[in-house]
């Protein structure tokens, strides 16, 4: 049976959007954002490399922060690299932040973008071996409606599971909302290898929920 892809879209896209908003990590607790003029006031004083005003930017955003970088990362040490890197870029670079967006949207698409750089660096690639998106093999269709009795946590599971290229499209897609040209441009591809790539990851995370059920089952 072919996979309904808008059924799919739309399930990953509102099943996996709770995930981009984690409260705690680690056991600590976050205070909510700061009003616009707190906000100002401290983007000022981390302008001027203040460390008091970068602890505190960075006390407000981190434990978000960290819940994006462990989705992309393997294991905690890498997620923990990941965090650390992406802060040094934010205050390297928070001139250049032009509040057009939020500035927890402007963050969280630098932790990503260290996460992307992480893997192509060879630090995170597990599951692939050496291999390209394109050489990830094509799995046979299973019923998509299966995908409907998943939670968020057994998705996530599952998608351990993923090779690492299949698992980067559809964290880009299914999670952080990136569309297909972006995608194709944060990991050097083309825009159908993309949507090829998405196709496979939904396609092996519904075969690996089906083995999981009836090895239950059994």
């Known amino acids: 049976m072919k996979i309904n892809s808008s059924k799919s879209a739309a399930f990953f896209r509102a099943g ?3 995930l981009m908003f984690p ?3 680690t056991g600590a607790k976050y205070s909510c954002m700061p009003a616009s003029s707190d906000l100002d006031a401290l983007l000022a004083r981390c302008s001027r490399r203040e460390p008091a005003a970068q602890r505190a930017l960075y006390a407000r955003y981190a434990g978000r922060m960290m819940g ?7 294991t905690l040490p890498e997620a923990e690299d990941i965090l650390q890197d992406a802060f040094v870029k934010v205050f390297s670079y928070l001139s250049e932040f032009r509040a057009e967006g939020t500035l927890e949207g402007w963050i969280r698409r630098i932790v990503v973008t260290t996460a992307i750089n992480h893997w192509k660096s060879g630090r995170m690639r597990r599951q692939t071996q050496g291999a390209s998106l394109n050489d990830i093999a094509d799995p046979p269709a299973a019923d998509a409606s299966a995908l409907d009795q998943l939670n968020v946590a057994e998705v996530l599971a599952l998608m351990e599971q993923l ?5 980067l499209v559809l964290l880009l897609y299914a999670v952080d909302g990136y569309s297909h040209r972006e995608i194709s441009e944060l990991l050097n591809i083309q825009e159908s290898t993309s949507k090829a790539q998405l196709s496979k990851a939904r ?7 089906h083995r999981q059920n009836n090895y239950i089952r059994l």
Do not use: E, F, H, M
């Open 16 to 18: 996996l959007s709770a």
């Open 23 to 25: 409260t705690t990590t």
């Open 68 to 74: 994006v970088a462990r989705r992309y990362a393997r």
């Open 163 to 167: 090779p690492d290229g299949c698992r």
């Open 203 to 209: 396609k092996q995370l519904l075969q690996l929920y």
